[in-house]
């Protein structure tokens, strides 16, 4: 039988790729930057499954054109950008990589959370430019204390939880939002509220939402208006679940402290977004899940997933497992 055929649509961590290389007959966009949706159409004309980042936008033009696709085997946990509904009518499975970036990605926002609190990166610019001439000043750089605060965890999935579990070590007081009740969260010691609460007394309020329309501009001017003056937001789930507008306005009449952010609305952000001039906000290229062995793991579970379904067993990621019943699973190595 002759090797299914992958499109990857990037350079992946070795591990992962050595395996799709040995399994399927694979193509790989050898670029750094993404490829434009047109290739990934042009691609996927002629193969039965893609490897997926979060920047590919796959959706019904792209379906349309693959009539042998049968799996997108996305590197990353969330799958905003894979319209789930159009691929499980048309019976192509769909797999994320879950749990394996949950501590990297927490621990990414205890970094961006401690950077803006403690201005990190303002002293870091600060004593590199040589404006540091005066040794060790009363009022120099003065932050905010993290330990004893109100830390506010917007959406208490896996993420959310183990941002509140680093916060017991800071002695922090945790109030929590989520739809859905969250038994370890109160185990914690964390008190689930309504957002508006949690936005009035919150002194970092932490994103740990996925995209949806739901989640859309979740914060807005109006939930902008609810924090205090001295509180700050951090966001490393998904760009547009903050309206950067309304947060842009926010900081620049002082109505909140700052903000620490990892991901934008657009991605790149443009180097004129003006949350960029404001000294109180830091910025990351969403790279919160970004460590060395977090990143392998992911790229090995992308084609775990894949190696899977073509063995014709449940991947481990399904997403969408409603596919199953389009499509039965059918050995096809
Ligand atoms: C990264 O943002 C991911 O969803 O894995």
Do not use: C
């Amino acid at each position: 039988m002759p090797k299914p055929k992958v499109y990857v649509t990037r350079e992946l961590p070795e591990r992962g790729l050595k395996i799709i290389k040995e399994h399927f007959d694979a193509e790989i966009w050898p670029e750094y930057a993404p490829p434009p949706k047109k290739v990934i159409i042009e691609k996927a004309r002629n193969v039965d499954a893609l490897a997926t980042l979060l920047s590919d936008k796959i959706d019904a033009e792209v379906f349309d054109a693959a009539p042998k696709l049968k799996i997108v085997a996305q590197m990353a946990v969330g799958f905003d950008n894979i319209d789930i509904l159009e691929a499980t009518k048309r019976g192509i499975y769909v797999t994320n990589t879950p749990e394996v970036l949950t501590d990297t990605t927490a621990d990414f926002a205890w970094a961006l959370l401690l950077a803006v609190a403690r201005r990190v990166v303002e002293a870091d610019k600060y004593v590199r430019s040589g404006q540091w001439k005066v040794g060790w000043h009363p009022m120099m750089m003065q932050g905010r204390d993290v330990h004893g605060a109100t830390l506010g965890i917007v959406g208490a999935g896996r993420i959310g939880f183990a941002v509140a579990k680093r916060a017991t070590g800071f002695d922090m007081k945790i109030l929590f939002y989520d739809v859905i009740p969250r038994p370890e969260m109160e185990k914690l010691g964390a008190k689930q509220v309504d957002m508006n609460t949690l936005l009035k007394e919150s002194d970092f309020v932490s994103i740990h939402v996925p995209l949806m329309k739901e989640t859309y501009h979740l914060i807005n001017e109006e939930k902008l208006k609810l924090m205090k003056k001295t509180a700050y937001l951090i966001n490393n789930s998904r760009g547009p679940v903050v309206d950067e507008k309304a947060l842009y306005q926010a900081l620049k009449e002082g109505r909140i402290a700052g903000a620490a952010l990892d991901v934008f609305e657009q991605e790149p952000t443009p180097v004129d977004n003006p949350l960029l001039k404001l000294d109180n906000v830091v910025v990351a290229p969403h790279i919160s899940s970004a460590s060395y062995e977090t990143r392998s793991r992911m790229a090995e579970m992308v084609a775990e997933n894949l190696v899977t379904f073509f063995k014709g067993e449940k991947p481990p990621n399904l997403v969408n497992p409603e596919v199953m019943k389009v499509r039965p699973l059918q050995k096809q190595f």
